[in-house]
Structures are given as C-alpha cells and as structure tokens.
Antibody, heavy 124, light 107 residues
Framework: EVQLLESGGVLVQPGGSLRLSCGAS????????MGWVRQAPGKGLEWVSS????????FYTDSVKGRFTVSRDNSKNTMYLQLDSLRPEDTALYYC?????????????????WGQGTLVTVSS | DIQMTQSPSSLSASVGDRVTITCQAS??????LNWFQQKPGKAPRVLIS???TLHTGVPSRFSGGGSGTHYTFTITSLQPEDVATYFC?????????FGGGTKVEIK
C-alpha cells in the first residue's frame, strides 16, 4: 500500500525558515517523481514544486522560486522541502504527492497518491 | 500558465440525482486532466486520470469525459458519502494548475 507522511509543519515568523519532510513507503521511491502542493486555509489547491526520481530535475512555481528548495534522499525514501524567507502568504497545508511514474507532466506525471498534509503557519 | 475554470462552485442535489461538473482549460491540455475528491480534513483523493480513466477502487458511478479544452465529471447517482469538494487539475504543462473546486452537498 502506497503511503506518504508529511512532517515538519510549525508556526514560524515571517522571514523564517523550516524544512518539511515526506516519508514514503509501499513503492520503489527512486522510480517516481514527487511533488508538493499547498492549500491555504479555506482556499483551493496550488502546485508548489516537483522533482524527478533521480533528483536531477527540479521545478517550482514562480512565487517560491529562490526561496524554496526541493530535494530527496532515495536511500531514506524521503523528499524534503526547504522553505526560506517565509511570508504570511505561504501559510498553508502542504501536501506531498507521488506521480504516476518518473515524470512531472503528461500521463506519467499525474499525481496518483497524496499524503495527509502538514500545516505551515507564518505569523508574528 | 494554463487557467482552469471550474463550474459550478457549489451545487446541492438529491440522493440518486445525476451531477455534472465542468472544467474549461485556457488552452488544449490533451486530456491530461485529473479529477480529485476532497472531504473536510482529508487529503485529496484522485478519482479519474487522463480525463476518463477511473482510478483503482473508485466506484463506477463516477465518470469523466471531454477533450481539448472542455472536460466534464459526472456522478450518475449521487450518494450521501459523495458530499465533498471536487477539483480538476491539468498536468499537460508546468505550472500544474487546479480548478477552483465544486462543493457538492445533499439537498
């Protein structure tokens, strides 16, 4: 059974940093692209970042470029999202999701499994 | 960026009713479209991929269709457990983008 478990969400001040983790089980982690999607309170879903299986290619939405960094450790079946220079508008529930294969777009890039999310609150 | 316009934003229907939600893309997304169900406090659950492929374990009362820029999602016989918010999402190009969601309630 595919399982994804996010952790690391906390209350942080504007300008602060934190690292989110997404632990995976039930599949061969290195063979799949992964992504982060966030949902601000009461709002819709927003794609944040994606990364290919080997970690060779990373992608970001414009609003987080230069502030967020996605990475993965395939030996630990874990993906990370480093959040720096945080802003109040980054407040959201952050989900990790698995792609259907090792791609970020097209049929192979479709998100087919999601975690439960971890809450990041940016406030003074 | 590809804009996804989803309608309606909410609907109320009776148990057993047929419910249809539409998603309009700002450009051809070549059927690279997911439909998700999200219940309060829960993670999104993928129901349909590639516009019309039912995900494993999803009841057959859910279906999807369309092509090009226009897509539909249908519940053929609404059940009480279908109360949720439904989202469409395109994965033809980055940035991946989502529709605004449709909140489905029982009348």
């Amino acid at each position: 059974e595919v399982q994804l478990l996010e952790s690391g969400g906390v209350l942080v001040q504007p300008g602060g940093s934190l690292r989110l983790s997404c632990g995976a089980s039930g599949f061969t982690f290195a063979k799949f692209a992964m992504g982060w999607v966030r949902q601000a309170p009461g709002k819709g879903l927003e794609w944040v970042s994606s990364m290919t299986g080997t970690g060779g290619h990373t992608f970001y939405t414009d609003s987080v470029k230069g502030r967020f960094t996605v990475s993965r450790d395939n030996s630990k079946n874990t993906m990370y999202l480093q959040l720096d220079s945080l802003r109040p508008e980054d407040t959201a529930l952050y989900y990790c999701a698995r792609a259907h294969d090792d791609a970020v777009t097209g049929s192979a890039g479709s998100f087919d499994y999601w975690g439960q999310g971890t809450l990041v609150t940016v406030s003074s | 960026d590809i804009q996804m316009t989803q309608s309606p934003s909410s609907l109320s229907a009776s148990v057993g009713d047929r419910v249809t939600i539409t998603c309009q893309a700002s450009q051809d997304i070549r059927s690279y479209l997911n439909w998700f169900q999200q219940k309060p406090g829960k993670a999104p659950r993928v129901l349909i991929s590639d516009a019309s492929t039912l995900h494993t374990g999803v009841p057959s009362r859910f279906s999807g269709g369309g092509s090009g820029t226009h897509y539909t999602f249908t519940i053929t016989s609404l059940q009480p457990e279908d109360v949720a918010t439904y989202f469409c999402q395109q994965y033809d190009d980055l940035p991946l983008t989502f529709g605004g969601g449709t909140k489905v309630e029982i009348k």
